[in-house]
């Protein structure tokens, strides 16, 4: 029916009275009326109809009244006109039309079960229909069932090709499988990476009053830009597939639950890229929690079943499976204002999760965000003081001081990759503070997170040959000095001096003190 090549055409429906100034849809975006056989692709740029269609099939209006709810981003009155539609349709090409824009509305609506049962239905109906096989290409797109939503996507270009949408939409499908097997664009990702984590570098040295009024903001972002929320739930997201690589949960001895590689894996292999449940400023991240905990009971059963740093509280394997684990948020019903109180506002729920509750989750399960100093060379990594969030399956790895994994995290993902070979059944450990610090500090450190002894071979290993007084007293005096060496005020070359016998001296008492171990039958 349609000819693009004809000079006449108008476009289809609603195409017919655009209003640039009051639309709020863009003109792409329109259903199309479902015009009996009609192969309009409203979604696209190339959905039109001649002028002689239209004149030949003068919509009902019913259907005017759909689509013009629909053009003025009224979806609920949209679906509802459809639905009317629907029950007015005579033959099976009308009702696929009237079905295919139900699902459209739906998607917009976030219902996107309800629009993925109207475009199968459609597609039953019309098999030849394009627009029922691409609605149905989004709709399991956004539920996250990619393989389904590739062959309807697939179909979809078959029956129109070259359409550019169902191609864009085809596109981003089959990227995303990729990135669900653990295979995304590194270029993009270390750019956010050091985009966000700049930004946040230089927001802190701003608010200390010692920032570098010429240092350069990286692509001329600000940070609240970078960091907009996406859903009250994260900040910025980079928008990639989850990835869970050969892990599995099981018991750690002595350290309550743990996660496990299941396969050997060579130094430097990705092994998870997991979407943050919540991310934010410290002081928002437990009504963020209450938030998902009353739209998911798995998530609050999850929740309360999270680490509170005692070993009665690590008993149990939970029962989302890893998969779900990395990507939380997907377990989540849209939001419903409760008559509680606004959404957000922790305790307020009967006998939902207290704030006291969420705050012991925060404590020994949150991960910092990290902040980049652009500057240092090499190239320096802290914790940003003020934000953090908490993933689900990556708070199963427990700590040594010796970790074995390399953790990142970019926005609301986080990329866990084995730090050095590691064979089938060993387990994942990664460093929850800072690792360069003798076993005194970091003891000291490990208390906050309810770790009284670590246990790690780092540790065993100080503790026998360090561990007693004399080696206590000994590693205290190197870091005096090197703290006498870093604030003595110097020229750089005296500091640089100072430092240098310091390292020498750490050295000198480390030998010793092997020796001795070695000679009293310790080590
Ligand atoms: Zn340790």
């Known amino acids: 029916m349609s000819n693009p090549a004809r000079k006449s055409e108008v476009p289809c429906g609603p195409h017919q009275e655009p209003d640039a100034k009051t639309s709020q849809r863009t003109e792409s975006e329109l259903p199309c009326e479902g015009l009996k056989g009609c192969r309009c692709f409203a979604d696209s740029a190339v959905a039109v109809h001649t002028e002689a269609d239209i004149i030949a099939l003068p919509r009902s209006r019913p259907v005017a009244k759909a689509a013009a709810a629909f053009k003025s981003g009224d979806f609920e009155a949209a679906e509802q006109g459809y639905t009317e539609v629907l029950a007015g349709a005579g033959d099976a090409d009308a009702r696929a039309a009237a079905l295919a824009n139900r699902a459209q509305c739906r998607l917009r609506l976030g219902l996107f079960e309800e ?52 191609s864009a939409a085809l596109t981003a499908v089959r990227r995303r499988q990729a990135e669900g097997r653990g295979r995304y664009a590194w270029e993009e990702v270390w ?77 430097g292999r990705l092994l998870l890229c997991c979407h943050a449940l919540v991310t934010g400023m410290h002081q928002d991240l437990p009504g963020r929690l209450a938030s998902c905990a009353r739209r998911s009971p798995e998530i609050e059963e999850f929740l309360r079943g999270m680490s509170q ?177 870093a604030t003595c005020g110097g020229e750089q070359a005296e500091i640089a001096d100072k430092t240098e016998a310091a390292a020498t001296q750490a050295e000198v008492v480390m030998a010793q003190a092997l020796d001795r171990a070695l000679a009293a039958g310790a080590a």
């Open 309 to 485: 740093g005692t070993a009665e509280s690590e008993t149990e394997v939970p029962s989302l499976s890893p998969a779900q684990l990395a990507a939380p948020r997907r377990l989540l019903r849209p939001p419903v204002s409760t008559v509680e109180g606004p959404e957000g506002s922790a305790g307020s729920h009967e006998e939902g999760l207290s704030s006291e509750d969420l705050e012991t989750v925060m404590v020994f399960n949150q991960f910092s965000l990290p902040m980049v100093n652009p500057n240092a060379a090499p190239i320096e990594v802290t914790n940003d003081p003020g934000r953090s969030g908490v993933w689900l399956l990556p708070s199963f790895v427990n700590h040594a001081c010796l970790p074995n994994v390399q953790r990142t995290i970019v926005l609301d993902c986080l990329f866990l990759r084995a730090g050095r070979d590691l064979k089938a059944g060993d387990e994942l450990f990664d460093c929850y503070i800072e690792t360069l610090q003798p076993l005194a500090r970091r003891s000291s450190s490990l208390s906050t997170y309810g770790i009284k002894s670590c246990g790690c071979d780092r540790c065993l290993f100080e503790e026998a040959v360090v561990g007693d007084e004399s080696g206590q007293a000994d590693v205290q005096a190197v870091l005096e000095q090197v703290a006498a060496g």
């Open 115 to 166: 629009g993925r049962e109207d475009a199968a239905t459609a597609r039953a109906l019309a098999p030849e229909n394009p627009k029922a096989w691409y609605r149905l290409g989004l709709c399991e797109a956004r539920l996250a069932r990619l393989t389904e939503a590739e062959a309807a996507l697939g179909q979809a270009l078959e029956l129109r090709p070259g359409d550019p949408a169902v």
């Open 191 to 267: 750019s956010q990476y050091l985009i966000s984590a700049q930004l946040v570098y230089q927001q802190a040295q701003k608010e200390a009053g010692t920032g570098d009024a010429a240092a350069p903001t990286p692509a001329g972002q600000s940070l609240a830009a970078a960091m907009d929320e996406v859903d009250g739930l994260v900040l910025a997201s980079l928008g990639v597939e989850p990835y869970v690589g050969p892990v599995r949960i099981g018991l750690s001895e002595g350290r309550g639950r743990g996660l496990f590689v299941t396969e050997d894996v060579p130094a």
